[in-house]
């Protein structure tokens, strides 16, 4: 039994572990042998949350990858990391365009000058 299959039992067999459906993601390409299917599955636990990838290239080689709740949190954390920079530079732009156009920021009612 290889590492992937023997994460997979053993993270199905914690108490209070989720599943969830598995999502198919294939590539569009032309040629095909440059083609590729993922599969995705989450397997959420009291601990984290552990993330089984398949992959198969179009020559029907494939790579099974399990990633422990460590690194699920850490790719967790950089997508939240590019998410909020991504929010903050919108704003900032979305902030200069209504200064531009003589747009007056909100202000509270009753505050004092």
Avoid at 31 to 41: D, F, L, M, N, S
Avoid at 90 to 95: I, P, S, T
């Amino acid at each position: 039994m290889d590492r992937y299959t023997q994460l997979l039992k053993s993270a199905e067999g914690i108490p209070n572990s989720l599943r969830q459906r598995s999502t198919i993601i294939g590539t569009p390409v032309f040629a095909p042998e440059a083609r590729e299917t993922y599969v995705i599955e989450t397997l959420g636990t009291p601990e984290g949350s552990y993330i089984f990838l398949d992959i198969m290239d179009g020559d029907g080689q494939g790579q099974r990858v399990a990633l422990p709740p460590k690194v699920s949190q850490a790719i967790y954390a950089h997508r939240d990391r590019i998410v909020a920079k991504r929010v903050s530079s919108r704003a900032k732009a979305a902030a200069a365009t209504r200064k531009e156009r003589g747009i007056v920021p909100f202000e509270k009612k009753g505050a004092t000058p």
